[in-house]
């Protein structure tokens, strides 16, 4: 059974989650501060964390922080009544897999939930991608580009994987919302620049010939140099 890890002041919201995640099947442990949850991800293999952006002892973006610094890739749901864009792009950046701003929909939690679970779960087929010197191990899930290894987050790791299974192949920023994110494009959120952005910094370095190109008009596409 799935083990998810509940980071949350709130009482009463926290005992919704772990109800509403409970229904679909996993098992939920609740820390109420920022600080313990972090121990608690740090010392026990949870499948997914939903954690609050606003939280006493350490702040939600500190958490995930400390915990993609430390190579903890473990799917994390950020949940919080910040609903601005800039306050989403930075839970993202931080490392966060997803955004839900409350209040929000018991279902929509555990099918956001469900989701991330199901996209850590690597496919039988193709486990070995490459386009020119760029090299996706879906089994072993790591990346490299000329031998070298590349440090990706579980999105931008997700993001690379539908990129280089549409090798040269323009595609929309609604198919990379729906492929990558799971859920209907919002035209008004900058979510897929900001994590395309991090991603081409990433595996286009310096004196890296680029891969991941700007089609105007249309999307994105990652293909060897003319």
Known sequence: ?????????????????????????????????????????????????????MLPGMDGIDVISALRQRNVDTPVLMISALSDVDDRVRGLRAGGDDYLTKPFAPDELAARAEVLLRRRRPSANDTRLR?????????????????????L??????????????????????????????FHFDPGTNVIDVHIGRLRRKIDGAGQVPLIRTVRGSGYVLAPAD
């Not at 740090?42 to 954690?51: C, M, P, S, V």
């Open 131 to 151: 386009v020119a010197d760029l090299e996706l191990d879906l089994v072993r899930h790591n990346a490299q580009r000329n031998g070298e290894a590349l440090t």
């Open 1 to 53: 059974m799935p083990r998810a890890l509940v980071i949350e002041d709130d009482e009463v919201t926290a005992r919704d989650i772990v109800a509403e995640l409970g229904a679909h099947g996993l098992t939920a442990d609740w820390v109420a501060n920022g600080r313990d949850g972090l121990d608690r991800a740090l010392a026990d293999g949870y499948d997914i964390i939903t954690l609050d952006r």
């Open 153 to 182: 987050l579980p999105t931008e790791f997700r993001l690379l994987e539908f990129l280089m299974r549409n090798a040269g192949q323009v595609v929309t920023r609604q198919m990379i919302f729906e492929h990558v994110w799971g």
